[in-house]
């Protein structure tokens, strides 16, 4: 799913606050999110570390070796050895940013990530779900990339800001669950 907006409309918070939390209560799930900067491959190699249950930190080597795996064997592959690992748990990887791939990555390394992250139309890994945020100025680039409109049919989530009422509730809501309020106008 690519959840579409303009800048500073909550798409992220949308996913880390809303999705994520929902989706660990089922403790069917694992998740981590990711900026995919200017090495792609290098950034999900360390996502995907963050979600093993391990005290250790990866080495430079482990990390390239990882990235190097991901870029030879797609990352659909990878996260069903590690749903193993994980005790049969799914996992939603959030890309954040995703607009990072078209503003500060090259082109060649962007085409190879595009081709390992994204599943083709009829693909179907049931260990693993992703889900991007995407500023919405970076939409046309994103459908003018070879092979990627149809990738996303049906799977664009577009969203707008709140008006001031929706963005009240937002705010208010979550402390009025936990006993909190706020002074008036606040």
Known sequence: VMVVGPSGVGK????TAGLFPALLR?????????RPGETPFNALAMALYELEPSDQQPSL???????????????????STL????????ILLHI????ELFAACPDKERALFLDQILPSGDADNAACRLVCTLRADFLAPVLAY???GPRLQ??????????????ERAIT????????????GL
């Open 96 to 99: 954040d940013q995703f607009e």
């Open 26 to 34: 089922t403790e069917k799930w694992a998740t981590v999110s990711f």
């Open 173 to 184: 809501e979550p402390g009025r669950a936990r006993g909190v309020t706020y002074d008036e």
């Open 146 to 148: 070879p092979g990627l």
């Open 61 to 79: 080597d482990d990390l390239d070796n990882r990235a190097q795996r991901i870029r030879k064997h797609g990352f659909t592959e990878l996260a």
């Open 12 to 15: 992220s918070s949308l996913v």
């Open 83 to 90: 749903s193993v690992l994980l005790k049969g748990k799914r």
């Open 154 to 167: 049906d799977r664009l989530l577009p969203i707008s800001p709140m008006g001031k009422e929706a963005l």
